[in-house]
Nanobody, 121 residues
Framework: QVQLVESGGGLVQPGGSLRLSCAASGSIFSINDMGWYRQAPGKQRELVTV???????NDADSVKGRFTISRDNAKNTVYLQMNSLKPEDTAVYYC???????????????WGQGTQVTVSS
């Protein structure tokens, strides 16, 4: 099996910064795309940003210029640096990874348990 464990959430004032981390472990041959999603109360889960294994990124318009995704392939870890945070960024943030468990095998989609980010004064 594969586990994704997130860390780094918390309470921050508007304009502040937080850094989320997500480490994947278990039966992993390789990881393709890794990404961050978020879900605010009463809303659907939405894509925040995604990064390919080669480092190409795709950000939601709402976070462009404020959030930066990065990854360490050797550590199977993805990061989300969040700057200039706004109250509307408040949500549970979920890590996602597309994992191949054996060479040439099927890609499986895994999710972390979620970490709460609250932006409030």
């Amino acid at each position: 099996q594969v586990q994704l464990v997130e860390s780094g959430g918390g309470l921050v004032q508007p304009g502040g910064s937080l850094r989320l981390s997500c480490a994947a472990s278990g039966s992993i041959f390789s990881i393709n795309d890794m990404g961050w999603y978020r879900q605010a109360p009463g809303k659907q889960r939405e894509l925040v940003t995604v990064i390919t294994r080669g480092g190409r990124t795709n950000d939601a318009d709402s976070v462009k210029g404020r959030f930066t995704i990065s990854r360490d392939n050797a550590k199977n870890t993805v990061y989300l640096q969040m700057n200039s945070l706004k109250p509307e960024d408040t949500a549970v943030y979920y890590c996602n990874a597309a994992v191949r468990r054996i060479a040439g095998g099927t890609l499986y989609n895994y999710w972390g348990q979620g970490t709460q980010v609250t932006v409030s004064s």
